[in-house]
């Protein structure tokens, strides 16, 4: 058996079944390439035109190979688990009611912008995939995994409540051209089912234990693949309602605004003298952030055997605190001494970026501004004669003598222009101010062919 047919066999019943929906249809669209602008989600449509298959094409429909792809993987990555928690059936249920519950969503918040704010780029924006819907599984498994945080693309750790969240924010930044509101959509109705909103619209999980155990199901039981309904799936006991849930969210909001407040504060204003009165430097005799009156004390301290971490004022019980490490207490001479062994230390030049014969300041800006109105001179005079054209004065000098009209002359000039050519003239007359201009040296000879050779 191959890795492929291992994957498939080991992937739950009502994901695969997706998925293999997914793939047909794009199969149908590689093959007879429809305008997919007539299966996308349009608000505007759906609303005004009544044009009710977009909510379900328009999840089952993708742009490209790499969309439905990178759809397909995280519809497996993230159904086969989450159905292994919630069953065949309501992993099932979960998925229909996530293609029409999303792109409801989607449609609502684009008519509420647009008759409450006037903006209707979202009224008449198009957008397709399976992505509004794997934000509502990813909702639901994050929520129900026992882990308690998870990684972002391995960069940074964030709560597992908050990780959809958090998925939707970084997915914007490197991909901006993705529909922000589809994935908000998918996270908003997973939310409202997780937290009992929507469980008015979904079987208990006792009622679809009895109906799976029925004969009518005897041959979906026996599909491989098929997982049976868990006796507690997403309806736990301990499950909070949406009122705490808001509050624990704008609670963490409340908390992480702060944290970056007081993060921007630490950057432009220091940590101050109080939050660093405790922390000495011995050998340099100063603390970090404090007066020269404790510096001087810091020294005393030195000089008297003091173990580089001066305890005054109201942390002198401050047990925690155990001095810095042996490394600090090296001179500096020892420590550069071991920097200079390193492998790849370059020593520094004689003459670096500071030489004699470095220009100032005002120099250097007086050249850049030249430079700058030169440009725009030229920027200027080019866009001149793009509209305007050279002009008689600049183009009497020259002839067409095979086509007998001059570039930019009169109907006379260009008589001349002909007479000139039958009594055997060069092609280039020389006429009015421009008699001694000896630097024309006529035109190419290619431009001297007749009009039939050319």
């Not at 519950?101 to 957008?127: A, C, D, N, P, R």
């Not at 001694?436 to 039939?452: K, M, N, Q």
Request: negative net charge; charged residues 15%.
């Amino acid at each position: 058996m191959s890795r492929l047919q291992e994957t498939l066999a080991s992937t739950p019943l009502s994901t695969r079944t997706i998925m293999a929906i997914c793939i047909l249809t794009y199969i149908y669209q590689f093959l007879s390439d429809p305008p997919l602008h007539n299966f996308t989600m349009c608000p505007r449509n759906v609303l005004y035109l009544n044009e009710y298959y977009r909510f379900v094409t328009s999840a089952l429909f993708h742009g490209s190979l790499m969309h439905i792809g990178m759809n397909m993987m995280s519809t497996l990555a993230i159904g086969s688990m989450l159905e292994k928690q919630l069953g065949s059936i309501m992993m099932g249920i979960t998925i229909l009611w996530g293609i029409l519950l999303t792109s409801t969503v989607y449609v609502f918040i684009s008519w509420v912008l647009h008759l409450v704010f006037g903006y209707e780029k979202m009224m008449l924006q198009h957008s397709l995939g399976f992505s509004g819907v794997i934000f509502q599984l990813s909702v639901l498994e994050s929520n129900m995994s026992p882990n308690r945080a998870r990684s972002v693309f391995g960069v940074f750790q964030v709560s597992s409540r908050m990780y959809p969240w958090a998925l939707l924010v970084v997915l914007q930044f490197i991909m901006p051209q993705i529909s922000f509101l589809g994935h908000l959509a998918g996270i908003l109705v997973g939310t409202l089912q997780y937290y009992g909103v929507l469980d008015v619209l979904f079987p208990s999980e006792t009622y679809l234990q009895e109906f799976e155990m029925s004969d009518r199901l005897e041959g979906l039981r026996r599909q491989p693949g098929y997982v049976m309904v868990p006796e507690m799936g997403f309806r736990r006991e301990n499950r909070p309602d949406i009122r705490t849930a808001m509050l624990t969210g704008f609670g963490c909001i409340a908390v992480f605004m702060k944290n970056v407040c007081e993060t921007i504060k630490v950057c432009i204003f220091g940590r101050g003298v109080d939050a660093n009165a405790n922390i000495q430097l011995s050998e340099l005799g100063a603390a970090w952030g404090s007066s020269h009156d404790d510096a001087a004390v810091a020294a005393n301290t030195t000089a008297t055997g003091g173990a580089g971490a001066m305890i005054r004022g109201n942390v002198e019980d401050d047990e925690e605190w155990v001095g810095l490490p042996a490394a600090i207490h090296r001179s500096t001479e020892e420590m550069l001494e071991g920097l200079r062994r390193q492998p790849g230390y370059v020593m520094v030049p004689e003459m670096g970026f500071r030489r004699e014969n470095r220009p100032d300041i005002r120099t250097a800006m007086l050249t850049g501004f030249g430079c700058i109105a030169v440009f725009m001179k030229n920027v200027c005079e080019t866009i001149k004669v793009c509209i305007f054209g050279r002009g008689v004065d600049a183009n009497a000098n020259i002839q067409l003598s095979e086509l007998g009209a001059a570039w930019g002359s009169s109907h006379d000039d260009a008589a001349v222009a002909a007479n000139t050519t039958a009594t055997g003239g060069a092609g280039a007359m020389i006429r009015g101010n421009v008699e001694d201009d000896e630097e024309w040296v006529g035109l190419p000879a290619a431009i001297h062919r007749s009009t039939e050779e050319m």
